[in-house]
């Protein structure tokens, strides 16, 4: 009798125990679900957006003095911009730079490569953005020739919403920089973009 209840002990033992299994691993699983977006959306945050800056820039100084050149690199590290002029690559210390405006009438390259003239194409300015506060480690020259770009927007600089919002504009159009400012001490930069 002692053989039978302790049998029948064990037997029931295991079937709470798989059952308890089966139920941890439905809770695991619809857990997993819900976090899917979430998880897909950090994913996306990581994804750089492809910008580009027109092949002009007119870089205004603290002081007033304006400097025209290409964009040609961000050096974090140095709290540097080099430009490209005409006869040769010069740096600037971003503490002395107010800000770098790009001329409606400079050359554009898409992504693809193709090129355009900033301000040929009539552009709605209310679709003007302004991404604040990206760390300056986030916005990375790719092929300074072409003025390609890429950011990434990480949170606090865009929600997932915004985010969402942007990568859809970034499948068919090309963001354009307009204007960057950099703040030194908190080594971020603020980007004006347009979408062409």
Known sequence: ?????????????FTVTASMAARVNATSQEVQKRN???????????????VALPTQAEIVMKGGEKRDGRVVEIDE?????WIQGSREKRSLPLSQIDKIVFPNNAVVYRTNGVQFIRGETPVDTNTQAKW??????DFRLIDAVKGQAEVKLRSPVVNRG??????AVAKDRQFVVDEMKFEPQKKTVTILVTPY
Do not use: Y
């Open 36 to 50: 899917l977006p979430s998880v897909q959306a950090q994913a996306n945050a990581s994804q750089p957006i492809p």
């Open 132 to 137: 604040n506060g990206i760390r300056i480690g």
């Open 77 to 81: 590290k140095g709290q540097k911009l």
């Open 162 to 167: 915004q985010l969402r919002a942007i990568l």
């Open 1 to 13: 009798m002692k053989c039978r209840t302790l049998s029948f002990l064990v037997v029931a033992l």
